[in-house]
T-cell receptor, first 117, second 112 residues
Framework: GAVVSQHPSRVICKSGTSVKIECRSL??????MFWYRQFPKKSLMLMATSNEGSKATYEQGVEKDKFLINHASLTLSTLTVTSAHPEDSSFYIC?????????????FGSGTQLSVL | SQKIEQNSEALNIQEGKTATLTCNYT??????LQWYRQDPGRGPVFLLLIRENEKEKRKERLKVTFDTTLKQSLFHITASQPADSATYLCALDEGSNYQLIWGAGTKLIIKP
């Protein structure tokens, strides 16, 4: 099956620093990856769609200069939270669609718990 | 307005019984609906997908139904086990751009 690896699983940082989260598709090529944010007991909130070789598409209300997304290869997308503040503390999850015939399913990384002090 | 709703209250079920979770939606016309399992501090894991022209789908102890008239999907776990305890998310896709719309999930607790 398709495996998506996400690192780090947990990060604690000081306010004002930047944090990079990596998302890799291990055994398949992912032309599109999705970045979500999740608050406790809330639904997944789509932040942006990351497309290999082009600019990410951000959802309304998500600051693209705050959440930088790079999808430089077919197996790697990164999310950088720039100048992080306590309100950015959250659970961030990446996902990728499987390849045909499983392309309707999403395969998720294990998530990154970000805590900004 | 468009909504997708799952029971926000945790569902407590005795081991061995059937657990039934509900997903209701309004003002959507989904091409298909999916169910995922999420454990604490982990990403969701795909379980089942059911299309708009399918009434029922099964996979081992899992069964999903889809009623487009009632705008509802039911997710059943038969012979439930404590290991089935998790949060279950439903997500629907209208088929236009492959973006899923997510419910908030229902926490299921199976008691031994």
């Amino acid at each position: 099956g398709a495996v998506v690896s996400q690192h780090p699983s947990r990060v604690i940082c000081k306010s004002g620093t930047s944090v990079k989260i990596e998302c890799r598709s291990l055994d398949f090529q992912a032309t599109t990856m999705f970045w979500y944010r999740q608050f406790p007991k809330k639904s997944l909130m789509l932040m942006a769609t990351s497309n290999e070789g082009s600019k990410a598409t951000y959802e309304q209300g998500v600051e693209k200069d705050k959440f930088l997304i790079n999808h430089a290869s077919l197996t790697l997308s990164t999310l950088t939270v720039t100048s992080a503040h306590p309100e950015d503390s959250s659970f961030y999850i990446c996902s990728a669609r499987g390849q045909v015939p499983t392309n309707e399913k999403l395969f998720f990384g294990s998530g990154t718990q970000l805590s900004v002090l | 307005s468009q909504k997708i709703e799952q029971n926000s209250e945790a569902l407590n079920i005795q081991e061995g019984k059937t657990a039934t979770l509900t997903c209701n939606y309004t003002n959507y016309s989904p091409a298909y609906l999916q169910w995922y399992r999420q454990d604490p501090g982990r990403g969701p894991v795909f379980l089942l997908l059911i299309r708009e022209n399918e009434k029922e789908k099964r996979k081992e102890r899992l069964k999903v139904t889809f009623d487009t008239t009632l705008k509802q999907s039911l997710f059943h776990i038969t012979a439930s086990q404590p290991a089935d305890s998790a949060t279950y998310l439903c997500a629907l896709d209208e088929g236009s751009n492959y973006q899923l719309i997510w419910g908030a999930g229902t926490k299921l607790i199976i008691k031994p």
